[in-house]
């Protein structure tokens, strides 16, 4: 648990923030969204059930005037979760399921039990929302604007729960066939951005390697 904390300290909160975002914009498509554009949205992006991507986030701490750069790999599975692959800062596996975070680096491995986390609540919205639990988008979050281009579409959530109003002020995310980056404003003056590339869907299964990572979570 500790060493799961300390990555959080660091700066690397993408773990929860982008986890979280992942996993609604994976929404099926029976979604009661709030406008013909944002169900457009989240039914193009609900047909893909596998992403690879590379990912970079930079962390802006507004009580430290700091600026924290992660990066590396991600892979989202609808039926498994997310795994979170860090280069830098640090080199590190980080696995979000149903059950479990788990933390594996080169020598060392953690866990939270979801239930026990403070972040537990959330962490399972995750798993609520990306199974097609169609309430929780509208019970927890509002959709303020959407825009749909031919460049790409965008969207801007505000939180309307207790929950995550304590995590967020504003959400903004664009892309085109996935989500290329996500802006979120947090509360204390905080900002992270996350920023995905090379984003593909193939192969459509997960690898050997991916499986085993999984199953530590499980």
């Known amino acids: 648990m500790s060493s799961i ?3 959080h300290k660091k700066g690397m909160t993408f773990v929860l923030l982008a986890t979280f975002m992942l996993f609604v914009l994976s929404l099926s498509a029976s979604v009661r969204a709030a406008s013909p554009q944002a169900e ?11 992403v690879r991507a590379k990912f970079e986030q930079k962390k802006k701490l507004a009580s430290l005037q700091k600026t924290f750069v992660s990066n590396g790999d991600v892979v989202f599975s609808k039926t498994n979760g997310v795994l979170w692959q860090l280069q830098r800062p640090v080199q590190a596996d980080l696995v979000v399921t149903p059950k479990k975070l788990v933390q594996k680096t080169a020598k060392t491995m953690s866990q939270l039990d979801v239930s026990k986390s403070p972040y ?6 995750f798993l609520q929302i990306m199974s097609g ?3 929780l988008l509208d019970q ?17 959530l505000r939180p309307k729960s207790s929950l995550f109003k304590k995590l967020f002020v504003q959400v903004d ?3 085109q066939q996935y989500v290329n980056q996500i802006i979120i404003a947090e509360q204390g003056s905080n900002t992270t951005v996350i920023n995905f590339s090379q984003q ?3 192969p459509a299964a997960l690898t050997t390697d991916e499986q085993v990572l999984f199953q ?3």
């Open 5 to 7: 904390l300390n990555v």
């Open 40 to 50: 457009q949205i989240f039914k193009q992006l609900s047909q893909t059930t596998l």
């Open 120 to 125: 537990g609540s959330v962490a399972t919205l």
């Open 173 to 175: 995310v664009q892309g």
């Open 200 to 202: 593909h869907s193939q």
């Open 216 to 218: 530590l979570a499980k």
């Open 133 to 135: 639990n169609s309430a």
């Open 140 to 156: 927890h979050f509002t959709v303020s604007k959407t825009t749909i281009t031919a460049q790409g579409w965008s969207m801007s």
